[in-house]
């Protein structure tokens, strides 16, 4: 009952959990509680995750338990972040998560359908994109406190990069609901990880980065869980013309 229940109000809930999560973050990062501010991330993403389970139960999606799971633990270690040990665990966490997004479209790609068109866009893609990256990482390099933490940032800058060029061909491919959610997915957490990255390191000097990185987040996590709804529709809907 419990089920249906989400199913049917899903996104007036989310609208009210997404409004409730932005306020509280502003509030604690504008009376300086940076431990709290820090911790709701982890807090967001685990909400998110058990939210999921009580919608979809046994039916939940394998690769979303797992990124959530990762992501929720990787922003709950940026609390100890000024720590090199806990800066590096964060962000190997970050980057597992990332796997798991790749978890899902890899199996979805398949080169007979690359075009030339495509090739193209890839290229361009890689060497606009990889170039505005690889200078912000650069500027954070002088700013992380070892190696590991550096090279895990680097690997999760390059999923990112695959993940935006998977999820457009995805898109481009499949043209739905299910792809476009995707793939708006996958750019919001992007642009929520870049300016999370100028927040933090305090490269845009203004806190607007910081409250855009959050919302971007909770905006990231709600399409997330419209997804995860699509999907199942969809598989549900696979099955029951293959019976």
Known sequence: MSG???????????????????ILSVTLHLFHNYFLFRLLRGIICYTTLVYLFIAHGKNIQKWLVGFLFFYGASSITTVWYENGTMASISMILNFTA????LWY?????????????????????????????????????????????????????????????LS??????????????????????????????????????SAAFVYLARILLVLSLYTLVHFSFLDLKSVKSIKTLTT
């Open 4 to 22: 249906k229940i989400f199913f049917k109000n899903y996104k007036i809930g989310l609208g009210i959990l997404a409004v409730f999560f932005i």
């Open 98 to 101: 990332f796997l798991m997004l």
């Open 105 to 165: 479209i890899v199996p979805k790609f398949n080169l007979k359908n690359l075009t030339k068109k495509f090739t193209l866009l890839f290229i361009l893609m890689i060497l606009v994109n990889g170039y505005l990256f690889f200078q912000l990482i650069e500027l954070m390099k002088e700013m992380t406190l070892n190696y590991t933490q550096y090279l895990f940032m680097v690997l999760s800058a390059f999923c990112g990069l695959l993940l935006a060029f």
């Open 168 to 205: 457009l061909f995805y898109n481009h491919f499949f043209n739905s609901k299910l792809s476009m959610s995707f793939t708006l997915l996958v750019f919001l957490i992007i642009f929520a990880e870049i300016f999370r990255g100028i927040a933090y390191y305090d490269l845009g000097h």
